[in-house]
């Protein structure tokens, strides 16, 4: 989606790197959500963030939103090969009643052990 | 809780036939949203349902329709299937009316149209 850019689009890291995927936005921003999706499965939940500022971790994954940017990145600390797969950012661009998603292109990430 | 379910999981049909897939949400969810992900267009929003009233659309044609029932299952059901619409078809739900709600998928169900 042109409305949700993520970058970059392809990742390949060797295990125990950080690394940072970013997910910008051309309108204003009323929540951000992360998933994580394996090959021709479904979404996985990861976080999500509504307020400018917020910062929320699990694990090793770490999320921020950047409101003023209309931007949001996803930090992975030491990666493992449980972290591969493809990550896609969603949001809500529109602030009306109800859950429809506007989601970016998505970035595979490659652990290589 | 169980998670969300979708039946069937792969599903091969020809042109010009229909198709219906299902969507079971979590316990207590009341809203289900259905997306289409394919890899041109990647993951996009085809419609919401919520308390069996249609809440949010997407632009896709009205070959694709949807219905939500009184226990919130929802059914999708795409009539006069074209090539194009071979695509994994995501289901979602989520448990509160708020605007800004957590959202849960499915594991899909892959479509093949031949």
């Known amino acids: 989606s042109q409305e949700l850019e993520q970058s970059p689009q392809s990742l390949i890291v060797q295990e125990g790197k950080n690394l940072t995927i970013n997910c910008t936005s051309s309108?204003?921003?009323?929540?951000l959500y992360w998933y994580k999706q394996k090959y021709g499965e479904g979404l996985i939940f990861l976080m999500m963030?509504?307020?400018?500022?917020e910062e929320k971790s699990h694990e090793k994954i770490t999320a921020k939103l950047d409101e003023k940017k209309q931007q949001s990145s996803l930090h992975i600390t030491a990666s493992q090969p449980s972290h591969a797969g493809i990550y896609l950012c969603?949001?809500?661009?529109?602030?009306?009643?109800?859950?429809?998603?506007?989601f970016g292109g998505g970035t595979r990430l490659m652990v290589k052990p | 809780k169980a998670g969300v379910t979708q039946t069937p999981r792969y599903l091969i049909k020809t042109r010009g036939q229909q198709v219906t897939l299902s969507c079971s949400p979590i316990?207590?969810?009341?809203?289900v949203s259905w997306y289409q992900q394919t890899p041109g267009q990647g993951l996009q929003f085809l419609f919401e349902?919520?308390?069996?009233?249609?809440?949010n659309k997407g632009n896709f044609p009205g070959r694709f329709s949807g219905r939500q029932f009184s226990n919130s299952r929802s059914e999708m059901n795409v009539s006069t299937l074209e090539l194009g619409d071979s695509a994994l078809y995501l289901c979602?739900?989520?448990?509160?009316?708020?605007?800004?709600?957590?959202?849960?998928f499915g594991p899909g169900t892959r479509l093949t149209v031949t």
């Open positions: 969603g949001a809500d661009l529109l602030n009306n009643a109800g859950n429809m998603l506007t």
């Open positions: 963030l509504q307020k400018g500022g």
């Open positions: 316990s207590g969810h009341r809203s």
């Open positions: 979602a739900s989520s448990g509160r009316e708020l605007i800004f709600n957590e959202q849960y």
């Open positions: 309108k204003t921003l009323y929540g």
């Open positions: 349902y919520f308390s069996e009233t249609q809440r």
